[in-house]
């Protein structure tokens, strides 16, 4: 699938650099030519030897190389490639990129072009979970850059938390995905997933069993037609697909405010168990028994429903896609629900115990749609979201 391509692969420097290298030779064994470019911080972590070595080209890394600017330029440098990976990614480049500068060859290369550009940040976690680096984090995704990761776990520094670089394997994947040609291809898709949590004290929430598996299903075969997927998931018990933008959350609120902040979309696809209430008066310390025997009251507020905010709102997807999880009058209840929240097609579908479909592994699904209902066989969760995947390449090549 890589043979032919060209990956100008951007090494920042972080500890996690060396990943970088085993992530050449995957490209290199799948066909792929990698154009490498060293930072001056990287190549305190990894040798141009090894890198040139390994991709069996020349490290490029001084903005005013004379030779290079003779030869090819380093503006045309980041123009032949078909993508541009930076892995590590530091919390510098992404700044540099996400506020313009180009004051190095790889902040120049980054700013020089219009191929698309993935991202696999590495740094401490406080450092990726500044404001300062979420702000940039936001303002990337907005301008289509794409991610992988960062994962979590034990890192380098001795902290744990969200930082680590991903896998080379999974930013191997999210190339792959990223020049996947499909019809979808240059389209950005929402997909949100899982189930919410609403907390009642530090301690317990409320949620649902949703598994996220159909959710995560959809964002897969919607990156397999070619889609820059954001994926906006709420504690899910199936781990998010690779080669997509994960974003994760808590509550139906901060599931809005990611859902929002990840527009526009060309489509979205609302999979989520979104939780209707939320506790108002939720503990600050842990609730504790009083022993009194009466069980403390909570109260309720209503959460935002965010299928019907996007479908009614000003940046509305040209596709919106809502699902209705009934367990009675599946097609009138998901009907009703469509016209309600002004979505264009809804996914129906039967959640009582007995059809075994809220964390199964299969769906039986009916697609409401303003031509009716369409009753799909019972298939597997990922045959279904193969099937809607094509159904939404099919509706916007049409729009
Ligand atoms: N949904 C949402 N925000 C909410 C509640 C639901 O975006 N606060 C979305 C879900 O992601 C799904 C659709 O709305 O795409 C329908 O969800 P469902 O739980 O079936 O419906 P509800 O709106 O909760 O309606 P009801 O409880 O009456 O069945």
């Known amino acids: 699938m890589l043979a032919g391509k060209r990956i100008l692969l951007i090494i920042g420097g972080g500890i996690a650099a060396y990943k970088s290298l085993l992530l050449i030779r995957l490209l290199k064994s799948a066909g792929a030519a990698v154009t490498p470019v060293l930072t001056r911080a990287g190549a305190e972590f990894v040798t141009p030897l090894s890198v040139a070595a390994l991709a069996g080209e020349k490290v490029h890394q001084a903005l005013f190389d004379l030779t290079d600017e003779a030869e090819m330029g380093h503006i045309q440098l980041s123009r032949v490639a078909d993508l541009l990976v930076v892995a590590p990614a530091t919390a510098d480049l992404m ?101 919410t949590h ?49 974003v994760k959350v808590e509550t ?4 809005l405010e990611a859902v929002e902040a990840a527009l526009p979309a060309a489509a979205a696809v609302m999979a989520a168990a979104v939780a209707d209430w939320r506790v108002t008066n939720e503990g600050v310390q842990k609730m504790k028994k009083d022993g009194s025997g009466k069980a403390p009251a909570l ?34 209840h998901a009907t009703a629900k469509r016209a309600r929240k002004g979505c264009d097609w809804i996914v129906a579908n039967d959640v009582s115990p007995a059809t075994d479909i809220m964390g199964g592994t299969e769906n039986a699904v009916v697609l409401i749609s303003d031509t009716g209902a369409e009753h799909w066989p019972r298939m597997a969760k990922d045959q279904v979201a193969k099937k809607l995947a094509q159904r939404i390449a099919d509706a916007l090549q049409n729009s």
């Not at 139906?252 to 599931?255: E, G, K, T, V, Y």
């Not at 959460?303 to 809502?322: C, E, F, H, Y």
Request: proline share 9%; glycine share 10%.
């Open 95 to 195: 700044a540099k990129l996400a506020t313009g500068r180009a004051e190095d060859l790889a902040s120049n290369l980054l700013l020089a072009t219009d191929t698309p550009v993935l991202m696999a940040p590495a740094m401490n976690v406080r450092m990726w979970q500044h404001p300062a680096t979420q702000r940039n984090l936001a303002t990337l995704t907005a301008d289509g850059v794409r991610f992988v990761g960062p994962d979590q776990g034990e890192m380098a520094c001795g902290e744990f938390g969200p930082g680590r670089m991903a896998e080379p394997e999974a930013i191997f994947a999210a190339i792959t995905a990223a020049l996947a040609e499909g019809p979808l291809q240059g389209r950005h898709v929402l997909v949100t997933s899982g189930p």
């Open 198 to 246: 609403e907390p009642i004290d530090p301690v317990r929430y409320i949620a649902n069993r949703s598994s996220g598996a159909q959710g995560t299903a959809i964002a897969a075969a919607l990156r397999d037609l070619g889609a820059r997927v954001t994926f906006v998931t709420g504690p899910a018990t199936v781990p998010p697909p690779y080669g997509v933008t994960v």
């Open 252 to 255: 139906a609120r901060q599931m």
């Open 299 to 332: 109260e309720f507020a209503e959460n935002p429903d965010i299928l019907a905010t996007l479908s009614k709102g000003p940046q509305r997807p040209r596709l919106m896609v809502g699902f209705a999880a009934e367990t009675e009058h599946v097609v009138d």
